[in-house]
T-cell receptor, first 115, second 112 residues
Framework: AQSVTQLGSHVSVSEGALVLLRCNYS??????LFWYVQYPNQGLQLLLK??????LVKGINGFEAEFKKSETSFHLTKPSAHMSDAAEYFC?????????????FGGGTRLMVKP | NAGVTQTPKFQVLKTGQSMTLQCAQD?????MSWYRQDPGMGLRLIHY???????DQGEVPNGYNVSRSTTEDFPLRLLSAAPSQTSVYFC???????????FGQGTRLTVV
């Protein structure tokens, strides 16, 4: 079975500062990895995904994440935070060729951006 | 573009009542799933379907039933509501397991 751990349930940064949201996974086989964003009172929207191609993945709104197999990590970064980035972010994992296993989510990290 | 549509958006139930949360998608996706979102726990899978007529249990299936008679619809039934089922429920669909999952806007359910 796979699992996801997001370090830090709340992260606060200043506008213009680097955003770093941490995600570590546990999986018996190389997984597929996703980052989703949730704005208040809305559903989840895909930011980016890793499915065994390039290890550095670029997503929407200037976010990117790097898959590091040796560290079992998939941290999300953005060079310069914007006020509109304030939201909750979820890391998720699924296993290839395993139709019986849908997405497994981490506990989420709420990003706050200070002016 | 409708995408994934959930109804209702809000619901208050009394303990012991039953109800059905509706989910419909217009993207012809094979995969559909239901999650519940609770603070600090992320989203947990309740039930999922890999096609019409095929459903299976996820991580937290107790107290919930599903069926998938058509590709488009995947309703979630609460048989006898309990306060522990107070949560926000999300329906999602995807074309394949490795492709983007599209989420509905959620149903906020309170059981009193």
């Amino acid at each position: 079975a796979q699992s996801v751990t997001q370090l830090g349930s709340h992260v606060s940064v200043s506008e213009g500062a680097l955003v770093l949201l941490r995600c570590n996974y546990s999986s018996s086989v190389p997984p597929y990895l996703f980052w989703y964003v949730q704005y208040p009172n809305q559903g989840l929207q895909l930011l980016l995904k890793y499915t065994s191609a390039a290890t550095l993945v670029k997503g929407i709104n200037g976010f990117e994440a790097e898959f590091k197999k040796s560290e079992t990590s998939f941290h999300l970064t953005k060079p310069s935070a914007h006020m509109s980035d304030a939201a909750e972010y979820f890391c998720a994992v699924s296993l290839p060729n395993n139709a019986g296993n849908m997405l497994t989510f981490g506990g989420g990290t709420r990003l706050m951006v200070k002016p | 573009n409708a995408g994934v549509t959930q109804t209702p958006k809000f619901q208050v139930l009394k303990t012991g009542q039953s109800m059905t949360l509706q989910c419909a998608q217009d993207m012809n996706h094979e995969y559909m799933s239901w999650y519940r979102q609770d603070p600090g726990m992320g989203l947990r899978l309740i039930h999922y379907s890999v096609g019409a007529g095929i459903t299976d249990q996820g991580e937290v299936p107790n107290g919930y039933n599903v069926s998938r008679s058509t590709t488009e619809d995947f309703p979630l039934r609460l048989l006898s509501a309990a306060p522990s089922q107070t949560s926000v429920y999300f329906c999602a669909s995807s074309y394949r397991l490795t492709t983007e999952a599209f989420f509905g806007q959620g149903t906020r359910l309170t059981v009193v």
